[in-house]
């Protein structure tokens, strides 16, 4: 069974402070990695699609990396506009996601 | 990516009555779509499969009578929640799959109360 676990569940930063969340995972045939931001009361919103354990890839103040274990994502100098749930997400062998719970980042002015 | 609206976007119905909730794809053509329900600081719990032209797979634990999908077209998928009882409360979510790497693309979700 694919599992997911992210950390922490909940992140407070000041604006401009760098930080990095955690995705931890176990998946028989990785498909993808992926991250997404949700707001509150919103669906999800692609951000990421990590293959192969070494990629990176970044936008704007986010840059997501993957080793075979875990992903991190990266948030430099945050703005209050941050704030959001993120969610991380494995593809395994059978094209559906399994999610983790998400980290609660609130980024305060 | 595939843009994906959702209907409604909130609604409140009695215990025991039936709710259909739409999910369109406005941008592309879906053979695939998913259903996920999320409870308050809780994952996306995936709870179908919705193919088009064929009957939905649902995930264990999921009651296919009560939760009835349908994927008549490539751009629309319906939920119906049959008999809705108050633990069907809950934010259910749509997604569509434009193929190859696995990437999901999400509406904006459906909020649902039964009292």
């Not at chain 1, 506009?81 to 980042?105: H, I, M, P, Q, R």
């Not at chain 2, 999908?69 to 979510?93: C, G, K, Q, R, W």
Request: glycine content about 8%; hydrophobic content about 30%.
């Amino acid at each position: 069974e694919d599992q997911v676990t992210q950390s922490p569940e909940a992140l407070r930063l000041q604006e401009g402070e760098s930080s990095s969340l955690n995705c931890s995972y176990t998946v028989s045939g990785l498909r993808g990695l992926f991250w997404y931001r949700q707001d509150p009361g919103k669906g999800p919103e692609f951000l990421f699609t990590l293959y192969s354990a070494g990629e990176e890839k970044e936008k704007e103040r986010l840059k997501a990396t993957l080793t075979k274990k875990e992903s991190f994502l990266h948030i430099t100098a945050p703005k209050p506009e941050d704030s959001a749930t993120y969610l991380c997400a494995v593809g395994g062998s059978n094209y559906k996601l399994t999610f983790g719970k998400g980290t609660l980042l609130t980024v305060n002015p | 990516g595939a843009v994906v609206s959702q209907h409604p976007s909130w609604v409140i119905c009695k215990s025991g009555t039936s709710v259909k909730i739409e999910c369109r794809s406005l941008d592309f053509q879906a053979t695939t779509m998913f259903w996920y329900r999320q409870f308050p600081k809780q994952s996306l719990m995936l709870m179908a499969t919705s193919n088009e032209g064929s009957k939905a797979t649902y995930e264990q634990g999921v009651e296919k009578d009560k939760f009835l999908i349908n994927h008549a077209s490539l751009t629309l998928s319906t939920l119906t929640v049959t008999s809705a009882h108050p633990e069907d409360s809950s934010f259910y979510i749509c997604s569509v799959w434009t193929g190859g790497d696995n990437e999901q693309f999400f509406g904006p979700g459906t909020r649902l109360t039964v009292l």
